[in-house]
């Protein structure tokens, strides 16, 4: 968290910082196949975030990971050395990536029908080439598109997004300089179908008047979310199907 | 009616044996991004992961030759192929070669045991969607006939997603089989592929 | 590690590749001097000081320059630095892993830094900023889809990411990165032409099955007058006339991908 000196004001006339109310989601955009080596793979717009998805397998696992009662799910998330604003990532993977790989791989290993492929690996690579506020969650969206592309067989389509606390006021879907400034950042992953969580990680204060104030808003959004996520993986075959509706 | 569903709808308010199905509370949810028919019950996934079934016709690559008399055939990256032969018999096939066979047994699901290989000599390997596979074979066969009819080439269809093409047309039918690929969800299919394939037959 | 294995399948797509080139054709029917076909996105990553992305056919890779204040190194005190590097990101290839490069991504990576290096495409003095501080300008290139040909695709990427980048202002030992009104000066365009040859034929850009039949590759980087580098790979050798020959081959591609890299 960047020191509280400089902090700019997040709340002006009511309004965020970027002009939008505390419910609003920054513009999300996905398409669905974009690599064609891939299983499946999604390319990702969440605000100023751009965000790559691949998916490999399932295919045989190495000796040291195969688990003969099912799929490992191994998710990694990486950031471009120039995906921020300031100075030159280095390559090395940090802890942060480390950490965020292993959690975004439990929340797969949930969703995804492991137990059909015993033996196996299943490969998701995100690669976060421009950050604003809530890679994690951009991740996690748009790899769980990737998944649906791939043809894995899954009990739901996962979605993720960020809650938090500016002020006293609870949001959602922050952005870089919220996310550096704000009192509080919830990431959540969501199974829609029963609004479980698959993914929660936090530090800060808030109330537990507060966080029900997020959750709520974040089961809202996800509304939204998951609709971008069906048109993405609806599109190219809607696209064919018009081209013989028009004759 | 057919309709797009997704993995975690719910399609059915009962509880069914659906295949990319699974049940929950006794209700029925997709597994897969697919389409769903309402009056007939059948759900097919647009995308989807081969899992090897006794029967199920194959293509692989010969990718190794055992001490024993068996090959190792590249199949797919999640399951081996394992061809045995009988030892005192003289050695049929080659790293490298292309073989149509059919699974025998499966064994801890990554491990499929083939059995009455066919050598597929030249010819072009190309590999679609699997779950694409029924609709190039079509009802009892049709469309694939209709495409080798058409093109004059000879045409092997693995369950496993390879399809070997030889022929001088070969280019014709490859484009054939990849238009297949990609608009087998658009009703129509059968008369647009027969349409293109008579058109051409023309020129 | 990250490797490319010859699996029983691509030996059987070689076998396939060289006997056509016994023919001198190739699989996608193009002729012997072709590039696929080549589309450059520019601008594409607001984050960085200059962005590209490159699709020489279904290779598909992308190029950020990032610009940060260092001191400079001591022997040569009024000059910034320039490091091109290029990686491989998982998702280009199901044989892709994780892990520390392979000597294969080292050696793509250091072919496409000297090329571009060696052309002094940004004059280090122009890097210099104050007494001890100068720019050193990271380019990184990730490839996101493998098909053959990676290196004159991370080497184009790079070029126009250099030529789309701007500087951000440097104001009272602080650097403003949402500031960037100055283009960075690039005074020379190097390009890169890769070559395979497979039995007695010769191609340029191979792609990822011709690469797997390949005897042996050249790649040569030349500006508007000169040659700047050069890299044989493989076992397989070339004759002097089969070098001189592609030289020329390199000199004549100059002109278009300079056009590509310079719109």
Same mark, same amino acid.
């Given at each position: 968290?960047?020191?509280?000196?400089?902090?700019?004001?997040?709340?002006?006339?009511?309004?965020?910082?970027?002009?939008?109310?505390?419910?609003?989601?920054?513009?999300?955009?996905?398409?669905?196949?974009?690599?064609?080596?891939?299983?499946?793979?999604?390319?990702?717009?969440?605000?100023?975030?751009?965000?790559?998805?691949?998916?490999?397998?399932?295919?045989?696992?190495?000796?040291?990971?195969?688990?003969?009662?099912?799929?490992?799910?191994?998710?990694?998330?990486?950031?471009?050395?120039?995906?921020?604003?300031?100075?030159?990532?280095?390559?090395?993977?940090?802890?942060?990536?480390?950490?965020?790989?292993?959690?975004?791989?439990?929340?797969?290993?949930?969703?995804?029908?492991?137990?059909?492929?015993?033996?196996?690996?299943?490969?998701?690579?995100?690669?976060?080439?421009?950050?604003?506020?809530?890679?994690?969650?951009?991740?996690?969206?748009?790899?769980?598109?990737?998944?649906?592309?791939?043809?894995?067989?899954?009990?739901?389509?996962?979605?993720?997004?960020?809650?938090?606390?500016?002020?006293?006021?609870?949001?959602?879907?922050?952005?870089?300089?919220?996310?550096?400034?704000?009192?509080?950042?919830?990431?959540?992953?969501?199974?829609?179908?029963?609004?479980?969580?698959?993914?929660?990680?936090?530090?800060?204060?808030?109330?537990?008047?507060?966080?029900?104030?997020?959750?709520?808003?974040?089961?809202?959004?996800?509304?939204?979310?998951?609709?971008?996520?069906?048109?993405?993986?609806?599109?190219?075959?809607?696209?064919?199907?018009?081209?013989?509706?028009?004759? | 009616?057919?309709?797009?569903?997704?993995?975690?709808?719910?399609?059915?308010?009962?509880?069914?044996?659906?295949?990319?199905?699974?049940?929950?509370?006794?209700?029925?949810?997709?597994?897969?991004?697919?389409?769903?028919?309402?009056?007939?019950?059948?759900?097919?996934?647009?995308?989807?992961?081969?899992?090897?079934?006794?029967?199920?016709?194959?293509?692989?690559?010969?990718?190794?030759?055992?001490?024993?008399?068996?090959?190792?055939?590249?199949?797919?990256?999640?399951?081996?192929?394992?061809?045995?032969?009988?030892?005192?018999?003289?050695?049929?096939?080659?790293?490298?070669?292309?073989?149509?066979?059919?699974?025998?047994?499966?064994?801890?699901?990554?491990?499929?045991?083939?059995?009455?290989?066919?050598?597929?000599?030249?010819?072009?390997?190309?590999?679609?969607?699997?779950?694409?596979?029924?609709?190039?074979?079509?009802?009892?066969?049709?469309?694939?006939?209709?495409?080798?009819?058409?093109?004059?080439?000879?045409?092997?269809?693995?369950?496993?997603?390879?399809?070997?093409?030889?022929?001088?047309?070969?280019?014709?039918?490859?484009?054939?089989?990849?238009?297949?690929?990609?608009?087998?969800?658009?009703?129509?299919?059968?008369?647009?592929?027969?349409?293109?394939?008579?058109?051409?037959?023309?020129? | 590690?990250?490797?490319?294995?010859?699996?029983?399948?691509?030996?059987?797509?070689?076998?396939?590749?060289?006997?056509?080139?016994?023919?001198?054709?190739?699989?996608?029917?193009?002729?012997?001097?072709?590039?696929?076909?080549?589309?450059?996105?520019?601008?594409?990553?607001?984050?960085?000081?200059?962005?590209?992305?490159?699709?020489?056919?279904?290779?598909?890779?992308?190029?950020?320059?990032?610009?940060?204040?260092?001191?400079?190194?001591?022997?040569?005190?009024?000059? @910034? %630095?320039?490091?091109?590097?290029?990686? *491989?990101?998982? #998702? /280009? &290839?199901?044989?892709?892993?994780?892990? !520390?490069?392979?000597?294969?991504?080292?050696?793509?990576?250091?072919?496409?830094?000297?090329?571009?290096?060696?052309?002094?495409?940004?004059?280090?003095?122009?890097?210099?900023?104050?007494?001890?501080?100068?720019?050193?300008?990271?380019?990184?290139?990730?490839?996101?889809?493998?098909? @053959? %040909?990676?290196?004159?695709?991370?080497? *184009?990427?790079? #070029? /126009? &990411?250099?030529?789309?980048?701007?500087? !951000?202002?440097?104001?009272?030992?602080?650097?403003?990165?949402?500031?960037?009104?100055?283009?960075?000066?690039?005074?020379?365009?190097?390009?890169?032409?890769?070559?395979?040859?497979?039995?007695?034929?010769?191609?340029?850009?191979?792609?990822?099955?011709?690469?797997?039949?390949?005897?042996?590759?050249?790649?040569?980087?030349?500006?508007?007058?000169?040659?700047? &580098?050069?890299?044989?790979?493989?076992?397989?050798?070339?004759?002097?006339?089969?070098?001189?020959?592609?030289?020329?081959?390199?000199?004549?591609?100059?002109?278009?991908?300079?056009?590509?890299?310079?719109?």
């Amino acid at each position: 968290m960047a020191s509280s000196l400089n902090k700019p004001k997040l709340i002006v006339n009511g309004k965020r910082i970027d002009g939008r109310d505390f419910n609003e989601l920054r513009p999300l955009k996905i398409e669905a196949g974009v690599l064609k080596n891939a299983d499946g793979s999604a390319y990702e717009e969440w605000g100023n975030n751009k965000v790559l998805a691949a998916v490999y397998g399932p295919k045989e696992a190495p000796r040291y990971l195969a688990d003969p009662e099912k799929a490992v799910i191994r998710a990694k998330y990486s950031m471009a050395s120039f995906s921020g604003l300031d100075g030159h990532g280095r390559s090395a993977p940090s802890r942060r990536e480390v950490e965020i790989s292993k959690v975004t791989s439990d929340v797969f290993s949930n969703i995804i029908e492991v137990s059909q492929f015993p033996n196996s690996v299943i490969e998701i690579d995100i690669e976060i080439l421009q950050s604003d506020g809530g890679t994690r969650a951009a991740g996690i969206t748009a790899a769980s598109v990737a998944l649906a592309n791939a043809g894995i067989p899954m009990k739901d389509l996962v979605y993720a997004v960020s809650g938090a606390r500016i002020e006293d006021k609870m949001a959602i879907d922050v952005n870089m300089i919220e996310d550096n400034y704000s009192d509080a950042d919830i990431p959540f992953a969501i199974s829609p179908r029963n609004n479980e969580v698959l993914l929660l990680q936090f530090d800060g204060g808030v109330t537990p008047e507060q966080m029900k104030e997020a959750e709520k808003l974040v089961l809202e959004a996800g509304k939204t979310i998951s609709k971008i996520q069906k048109d993405a993986l609806k599109k190219s075959y809607e696209d064919i199907s018009a081209k013989y509706e028009k004759k | 009616m057919r309709k797009f569903v997704f993995p975690g709808e719910m399609i059915l308010n009962s509880p069914t044996g659906l295949s990319y199905s699974y049940i929950e509370n006794d209700k029925t949810y997709s597994k897969v991004f697919g389409l769903f028919d309402e009056s007939s019950k059948s759900l097919i996934p647009l995308k989807s992961v081969w899992v090897p079934h006794i029967d199920d016709r194959v293509i692989g690559t010969i990718s190794e030759i055992g001490r024993n008399g068996s090959y190792s055939v590249e199949i797919n990256p999640m399951v081996k192929g394992v061809l045995l032969t009988d030892r005192r018999e003289r050695q049929k096939f080659y790293v490298g070669d292309v073989i149509e066979a059919t699974v025998k047994e499966i064994e801890h699901k990554t491990t499929a045991i083939l059995e009455r290989p066919m050598l597929l000599k030249d010819g072009i390997l190309m590999h679609i969607n699997t779950a694409k596979i029924p609709r190039l074979m079509g009802k009892e066969n049709t469309m694939i006939n209709e495409l080798t009819t058409f093109t004059k080439t000879k045409i092997a269809v693995g369950k496993n997603g390879y399809v070997w093409i030889k022929g001088d047309n070969a280019k014709r039918a490859i484009e054939a089989v990849l238009r297949i690929e990609s608009e087998a969800h658009v009703p129509g299919l059968t008369d647009r592929i027969k349409e293109m394939l008579e058109n051409e037959g023309n020129k | 590690m990250r490797c490319i294995y010859l699996d029983a399948m691509s030996r059987m797509k070689s076998n396939y590749i060289k006997k056509l080139s016994e023919e001198g054709k190739r699989e996608d029917s193009r002729n012997a001097f072709d590039f696929r076909d080549i589309k450059i996105i520019k601008g594409l990553i607001d984050h960085a000081e200059g962005s590209a992305q490159v699709d020489i056919g279904d290779t598909r890779v992308i190029a950020g320059v990032k610009m940060v204040v260092e001191s400079p190194h001591e022997d040569t005190p009024n000059e @910034g %630095n320039l490091v091109v590097s290029v990686t *491989i990101l998982p #998702m /280009a &290839a199901t044989e892709y892993e994780s892990g !520390p490069p392979s000597p294969e991504e080292i050696e793509l990576s250091r072919v496409t830094d000297r090329g571009i290096r060696s052309a002094v495409s940004i004059d280090p003095a122009s890097l210099f900023i104050e007494e001890g501080k100068v720019w050193s300008v990271y380019v990184d290139v990730y490839v996101l889809n493998y098909s @053959g %040909n990676m290196l004159d695709a991370a080497s *184009i990427a790079a #070029m /126009a &990411a250099l030529v789309n980048a701007r500087v !951000p202002e440097y104001k009272d030992g602080s650097v403003n990165y949402e500031k960037r009104d100055k283009k960075l000066n690039i005074k020379n365009i190097v390009t890169s032409t890769t070559f395979a040859k497979i039995g007695s034929s010769l191609f340029l850009d191979p792609n990822e099955n011709e690469e797997s039949a390949m005897d042996a590759r050249l790649t040569v980087q030349v500006d508007d007058k000169e040659i700047r &580098a050069m890299q044989k790979g493989l076992p397989g050798s070339f004759t002097m006339d089969e070098i001189n020959k592609l030289i020329d081959v390199s000199f004549d591609k100059h002109k278009e991908l300079k056009e590509l890299i310079m719109k």
